[in-house]
T-cell receptor, first 114, second 109 residues
Framework: GAGVSQTPSNKVTEKGKYVELRCDPI?????LYWYRQSLGQGPEFLIY????????DSGLPNDRFFAVRPEGSVSTLKIQRTERGDSAVYLC????????????FGPGTRLTVL | AQRVTQPEKLLSVFKGAPVELKCNYS??????LFWYVQYSRQRLQLLLR??SRESIKGFTADLNKGETSFHLKKPFAQEEDSAMYYC???????????FGTGTRLTIIP
């Protein structure tokens, strides 16, 4: 079956602009995660959804970052007033409900802020 | 705060030689540990997890609570093992993963 998909695969924007990154999880997966991976670093947790609600948003770096999952499937990560430091690969993952279930990752969106 | 440390950014090993990728963690509880792998031009994927006690592609990892380590081992390296390896930790009751910085493993033919 289809895995996790993310669009766009690459996004180049200018400092100060608004961007939206989309994630389509595996069908039936109720848990959805966003991570950010900067060059030379491991993925860093941003936010976790269980169904439609954000169960843990402790990783969002500031209020410029926001994510939604209105119907419990597709999720959108929104970044306002982008800064050069936001440049990174944004990864989405999904899993079945339950502690320690395998997270299935998407290919990522590479965001470049000029 | 929980933390995962992978001290080696790069590791080169000859084909057929043993491999050990180091991972240490700090967490004040009972964590679950994972190894994720990213092959060239592929997405990040689970290699193995402590709770399953399994061997995948010849790799094993033992959780040593005394040394707070979860090193990944394979007795005989193969060329297809070349990849980026990440150690990760999850809290019980909270499914987010905390990753290390990764080790790039290169197998020399």
């Amino acid at each position: 079956g289809a895995g996790v998909s993310q669009t766009p695969s690459n996004k180049v924007t200018e400092k100060g602009k608004y961007v939206e990154l989309r994630c389509d999880p595996i069908s039936g997966h109720t848990a959805l995660y966003w991570y950010r991976q900067s060059l030379g670093q491991g993925p860093e947790f941003l936010i976790y959804f269980q169904g439609t609600g954000a169960a843990d948003d402790s990783g969002l770096p500031n209020d410029r970052f926001f994510a939604v999952r209105p119907e419990g499937s597709v999720s959108t990560l929104k970044i306002q007033r982008t800064e050069r430091g936001d440049s990174a690969v944004y990864l989405c993952a999904s899993s079945l409900t339950g502690t320690y279930n395998e997270q299935f990752f998407g290919p990522g969106t590479r965001l470049t802020v000029l | 705060a929980q933390r995962v440390t992978q001290p080696e950014k790069l590791l080169s090993v000859f084909k057929g030689a043993p491999v050990e990728l180091k991972c240490n963690y700090s967490y004040s509880g009972s964590p679950e540990l994972f190894w994720y792998v990213q092959y060239s031009r592929q997405r990040l994927q689970l290699l193995l997890r402590h709770i399953s006690r399994e061997s995948i592609k010849g790799f094993t990892a033992d959780l040593n609570k005394g040394e707070t380590s979860f090193h990944l081992k394979k007795p005989f390296a193969q060329e297809e093992d070349s990849a980026m390896y990440y150690c990760a930790l999850a809290n019980f009751g909270n499914e987010k993963l905390t990753f290390g910085t990764g080790t790039r493993l290169t197998i020399i033919p």
